[in-house]
Nanobody, 126 residues
Framework: QVQLVESGGGLVQAGGSLTLSCATS????????MGWFRQVPGKEREFVAR????????SYADFVKGRSAISRDNAKSTVYLQMNSLKPDDTAVYYC???????????????????WGQGTQVTVSS
């Protein structure tokens, strides 16, 4: 059974930092591109960041570029998202996801991921 469990969300003031974690089980972690997405009520889930299988290639959405860092520890089957200089607009539920074995695009869309966590709430107060 595949499980992805996010943690690390919470309430933080604008300008603060959070590090989200996503522990996985039941999936061959090192064979999967991993991604983070976020969603607010009434909007589609949007791409935040992704990381290649061994961490050598990383991509970020423009709205977090320069203030977030995605990383992974294949020995722990865990992916992380460090977020700095948080803004109220960053308030959302953050989801981690395991990429499909093959996807025709660059893993920037939800369709390229087949396993998802339950999400962790991040709330940034002004």
């Amino acid at each position: 059974q595949v499980q992805l469990v996010e943690s690390g969300g919470g309430l933080v003031q604008a300008g603060g930092s959070l590090t989200l974690s996503c522990a996985t089980s039941g999936v061959t972690f090192s064979s999967r591109i991993m991604g983070w997405f976020r969603q607010v009520p009434g909007k589609e889930r949007e791409f935040v960041a992704r990381i290649s299988r061994y961490g050598g290639d990383r991509s970020y959405a423009d709205f977090v570029k320069g203030r977030s860092a995605i990383s992974r520890d294949n020995a722990k089957s865990t992916v992380y998202l460090q977020m700095n200089s948080l803004k109220p607009d960053d308030t959302a539920v953050y989801y981690c996801a395991a990429g499909r074995t093959w996807c025709g695009s660059t893993y920037l869309t939800t369709g390229c991921y087949d396993y998802w966590g339950q999400g962790t709430q991040v709330t940034v107060s002004s």
